[in-house]
């Protein structure tokens, strides 16, 4: 599984590219391009940040728990940026309560070591879950209450991340996340795969249209 994990470090640059191409075209896609890109550097940042404190004794002090603080910053902004995202597309709201909800999130965090292993397992859990229902309460109130909403492939994008971050944030807390892990690489790679594809086609379906 080990070429599934790569396929998502190939494939989140790919789809930011994209997404930077279609918001050359469409202004609203930006946010949209800004949190891919995000992940993107988020994966990188991850890499050193683990890098700083590899091999180092426990409890951690120092630069390496600077580092396993930073990690946990990173983390947890996949969840509040996807939830800042889902309320600029569906709600046009500011993303003020995803940032109070993100440094809330991560001061609790900040009480180490009590706050480690199984705990910090279930804070980011909760995390992830409160980041789905927000924005599937966004996406509903959207659908059924506003009438000025013009779909686009941002919105469509939004939706399709919802309905697959449930299986990305749980699956591997409801199990021996060795086991259930490389199937959330495998989602996740599925789930790339049709972004860059629908990015793709989007854009070949403007150009087409542009050489009408």
Known sequence: ??????????LYPILALLAWLVARHQREHRPLALFVSWMVAADWVRV????????????????????YHLDQLVVLSWSF?????????????????????????WLITLNYPLVSGEFLLWILRLAGICATVVA??????AIFRRRDLQPTLAHLVVILYSVTDFVLYLVPWMGDVGRTWPIVNLISVVQLTVFCAAHGFWLAWRRRLASA
């Open 1 to 10: 599984m080990s070429f599934v994990r790569d396929l998502h470090f190939i």
């Open 48 to 67: 050193v940040l683990n890098g700083v404190r590899a091999d180092e004794p426990r409890p951690l002090v120092g630069i390496a728990r600077v580092a």
């Open 81 to 105: 940026a996807f939830m800042a995202v889902a309320l600029r597309y569906f709600t046009k709201r500011p993303p003020a309560f995803a940032l109070v909800g993100l440094a809330v999130t």
């Open 136 to 141: 599937w309460t966004c996406i509903l109130a």
